[in-house]
């Protein structure tokens, strides 16, 4: 089964089981797979390394706020399509203020 139709499984699932898209997914998604996302990080390594470095300080900022944003940021990567990514459906002024 190609890789995006896991993906679209994985996160259709998730959706009806209320499980969360890791960082792990979101970068392979973000990296890999959308050409029309720009982003700064070059591999799915360095994704999901500030991916996860940014989930866990939330968590020790004890910011619950944050912490359920970032949350719902990557079950939006998970759920929407590139474009809809590149489009800006998932930008959370309170995560990334530019």
């Not at 009806?16 to 970068?27: I, P, Y």
């Not at 940021?73 to 002024?93: F, L, M, S």
Request: net charge negative; proline share 3%; charged share 25%.
């Amino acid at each position: 089964m190609p890789a995006h139709l896991r993906l679209i499984l994985v996160s259709l699932l998730c959706g009806l089981l209320g499980c969360e898209v890791t960082c792990e997914q979101a970068c392979q998604k973000l990296v890999n797979e959308c050409d029309t996302v720009e982003t700064p990080l070059a591999s799915e390594l360095d994704c999901t390394e500030s991916c996860i470095e940014q989930e866990s300080l939330y968590v020790e900022w004890n910011d619950g706020q944050k912490t359920d944003a970032f949350v719902d940021y990557k079950n939006c990567v998970g759920e929407r399509t590139c474009q809809q990514i590149a489009d800006g459906e998932c930008y959370d002024p309170l995560l990334y203020l530019y």
